[in-house]
């Protein structure tokens, strides 16, 4: 997944606050595919989120708009942790993981 609007690159986000019981992932989930990300998102044993994000900086902003927009009603988060990973070549979709 190439996009023309910049180099692929891939973070891992811990999101603490409210993000569980609240469609937080299921959310993601669909705005992340709907802009062509790949990667995954799970609850964590400790009440926080984990969510791998691979794409374009042009895509992960997107998505950070979009889950604003949608979440703000239901989910009171912050970013806790933001971790820059290697790219994962062929990884095709993004997926919530249990």
Excluded: K, P
């Amino acid at each position: 997944m190439q996009a023309g609007d910049g180099a692929l690159r891939r973070t891992r986000y811990r999101f603490v606050g409210q993000v569980q019981g609240v469609g937080f992932r299921w959310t993601s989930s669909r705005i992340a595919s709907g802009l062509g990300l790949t990667g995954w998102v799970r609850n964590e044993y400790d009440g926080s989120v984990t969510c791998v994000l691979q794409g374009t900086d042009a895509q992960i902003g997107a998505f950070f708009s979009q889950l604003a927009d949608m979440m703000h009603r239901y989910a009171r988060y912050a970013i806790d942790s933001r971790e820059d990973e290697g790219v994962v070549a062929g990884e095709r979709d993004f997926r919530v993981r249990y």
